[in-house]
């Protein structure tokens, strides 16, 4: 990938309050050109830190994980696009009417053929097969996380989020045009902080990544920007 397509595929995590976002972002102008705004973030600042972001050059995925009923989830999700989300998160284990509901919630708030794209989550990476048989589920974990992909991409989701261990699978079953967006990503020599299962940008792209989310090992960086370049430079050599 050449260098454009590299910054477009990388997404920083703002898992900080607000102040401290806008400073590092500050840091980053003219470079990065996706963030992700979390519940803790979005939940301090509200939608005006959407909007100060964009202000900022910045597009944003709005990693909300929608889950409620339907014509809940079709009004905030329409909130959420109209308050300027470029990418917005929801829970395929909703359902098809859910889904659809988000789907027709950023569709009745686009404008100038800018639509909010979504993305589906299918079982967290935090649950493993004990998680899942504890809630009544006793389908294997990863057949339980192909058919939410299918059920989610069939009823109108762009895409999903998935770990760089589900990325390939997810490429095969869903497709080209499927957007999967993948966290757990560390570049080679970082720290892996609470994350387990991690793969390098450059092999979670040859899996079949669309996009990554990474958040410590820029955010936390000594030098953010120089952090974030470097991982620009692995990507598009
Ligand atoms: O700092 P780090 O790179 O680990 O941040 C990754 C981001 O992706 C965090 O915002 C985290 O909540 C999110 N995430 C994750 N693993 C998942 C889903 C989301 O780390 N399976």
Not at 43 to 68: N, R
Not at 87 to 101: P, Q
């Amino acid at each position: 990938m050449n260098e454009a397509q590299a910054r477009n595929s990388i997404i920083i995590a703002l898992d900080m309050e607000p102040k401290e976002a806008v400073r590092l972002t500050e840091k980053l102008r003219g470079r990065a050109q996706w963030v992700k705004v979390g519940m803790t973030l979005y939940y301090s600042a509200g939608p005006s830190i959407v909007h100060e972001l964009h202000q900022m050059g910045l597009k944003v995925f709005l990693d909300l994980k929608l889950f409620d009923i339907p014509h809940q989830v079709r009004l905030a999700a329409q909130a959420a696009s109209e308050a300027g989300a470029d990418l917005l998160s929801i829970h395929a284990l909703g359902g098809t009417e859910m889904v659809k509901a988000a789907r027709a919630g950023v569709e009745a708030a686009a404008h100038g053929g800018e639509r909010t794209e979504i993305l589906a989550i299918s079982i967290l990476t935090s649950m493993d097969q004990d998680t899942l048989s504890s809630i009544g589920i006793d389908h294997e974990l990863t057949d339980e996380v192909r058919r939410l992909a299918k059920l989610a991409t069939g009823a109108g989701a762009d895409g999903m989020v998935c770990s760089p261990k589900e990325v390939h699978m997810l490429r095969e079953l869903l497709g080209e045009d499927v957007l999967l967006v993948t966290p757990g990503v560390r570049p080679k020599g970082a720290a892996k902080g609470d994350q387990k299962r991690v793969a390098t940008p450059q092999q979670a792209i040859a899996d079949g990544a669309s996009k990554l989310v990474i958040g410590r090992p820029i955010t936390q960086a000594p030098d953010p920007a120089q952090a974030y370049e470097d991982i620009v430079g692995n990507l598009a050599r």
